[in-house]
């Protein structure tokens, strides 16, 4: 599998972006897509995944960020709305086969295939 982050730049806080992950070499079926982010000296944390149609966030983005997909353009995005400076992470999309079923999880080691990762810079 392959995954392709872009969509990152700079962002005024308070502003909105969003992010797509293009997927190749695997189909949506079975597998979770999910979204993570890395600011320097923190953990990876995991933010968003979406798995057969249902969505689930962290704390820290629930009610500011919405996962979608498209599959016909096999890809998934990531709205970010009211970013605040702490946003600002490198983020990645990550594909796993380890979810039978909904709901897919946000820890990292479950995910399989990761893309390179595209910034994130928020403003304040």
């Known amino acids: 599998a392959q995954l392709a982050e872009s969509g990152g730049r700079l962002v005024e806080a308070g502003g909105s972006l969003r992010l797509s992950c293009v997927v190749s070499e695997i189909t949506f079926d079975g597998y979770a897509i999910g979204w993570f982010r890395q600011a320097p000296g923190k953990d990876r944390e995991g933010i968003s995944c979406?798995?057969?149609?249902?969505?689930y966030y962290s704390d820290s983005v629930k009610g500011r960020f919405t996962i979608s997909s498209d599959r016909a353009k096999m890809t998934v995005y990531l709205q970010m709305n009211s970013l605040r400076p702490e946003d600002a992470a490198i983020y990645y999309c990550?594909?796993?086969?380890?979810?039978?079923?909904?709901?897919?999880?946000?820890?990292?080691?479950?995910?399989?295939?990761w893309g390179q990762g595209t910034q994130v810079n928020v403003s304040s």
């Open positions: 990550a594909a796993s086969f380890r979810f039978f079923g909904p709901p897919c999880g946000l820890d990292h080691a479950k995910y399989d295939y």
């Open positions: 979406t798995l057969d149609n249902s969505a």
